[in-house]
């Protein structure tokens, strides 16, 4: 099994510009989840989808984030327009409800604002 | 709604001596527990986890952990720990759904 795949693996844009981060979860998983980690923040829950219907997006900061999942292959997670403050490693994580929770996370994207 | 608390945001410790990494969450239901590690530059990968059962929990790589429900803790132990253990510990809760509440993490440092 591949694992959680994510890309890219690194980005650097210019504030404004926009910035989409993709996401391919495990297969057969059913849950899907966006976490942020800073140094200041730590790691935060952005979004969940379970069965590709977003469940939770409490975590996402403003609207200029948005995450979709098309299909249960797929997701997306975009910033537009991006700010500095946005700089840090994003992370996906796909779990089996009923399965024993476990997430499985991706290798993450380390974004970098300028 | 639950917390985590883990209170050594780091930890130094010399190798082959005996480990300890505190973990403490608040929840008046019942939880599932794990711990994740953190290597430079990488995810998170699952070390262990408790759900239902024996309370003492074996994992990967020599850990263990104890879920003790009256103390509400979750304390990861490893009795003798080399360098490659060097990374960052997280402690997690879930209760239902599938909302996972992360702690701060603790950073273990192997010293030679």
């Known amino acids: 099994d591949a694992g959680v795949i994510q890309s890219p693996r690194h980005e650097v844009t210019e504030m404004g510009q926009e910035v989409t981060l993709r996401c391919k979860p495990i297969?057969?998983?059913?849950?899907l989840f966006w976490y942020r980690q800073t140094m200041m923040r730590g790691l935060e829950l952005l979004i969940y989808f379970n069965n590709n219907v977003p469940i939770d997006d409490s975590g996402m900061p403003e609207d200029r984030f948005s995450a979709k999942m098309p299909n249960a292959s797929f997701s997306t997670l975009k910033i537009q327009p991006s700010e500095p403050r946005d700089s840090a490693v994003y992370f996906c994580?796909?779990?089996?409800?009923?399965?024993?929770?476990?997430?499985?996370f991706g290798p993450g994207t380390r974004l970098l604002v300028l | 709604a639950q917390s985590v608390t883990q209170l050594d945001s780091q930890v130094p410790v010399f190798e082959e001596a005996p480990v300890e990494l505190r973990c403490n969450y608040s929840?008046?239901?019942?939880?599932?527990l794990f711990w994740y590690v953190q290597y430079p530059n990488q995810g998170l990968q699952l070390l262990l986890k408790?759900?239902?059962?024996?309370?003492l929990v074996k994992g990967i790589n020599g850990f263990e952990a104890e879920f003790n429900k009256s103390q509400t803790s979750f304390h990861l132990r490893k009795p003798s720990v080399h360098i490659s253990d060097t990374a960052e510990y997280f402690c997690a809760v879930i209760t239902g759904g599938q909302n996972f509440v992360f702690g701060p993490g603790t950073r273990l440092s192997v010293l030679p």
């Open positions: 994580a796909s779990s089996l409800v009923g399965g024993g929770e476990t997430q499985y």
């Open positions: 929840s008046s239901v019942s939880v599932y």
């Open positions: 297969s057969g998983h059913n849950s």
């Open positions: 408790y759900l239902s059962g024996s309370t």
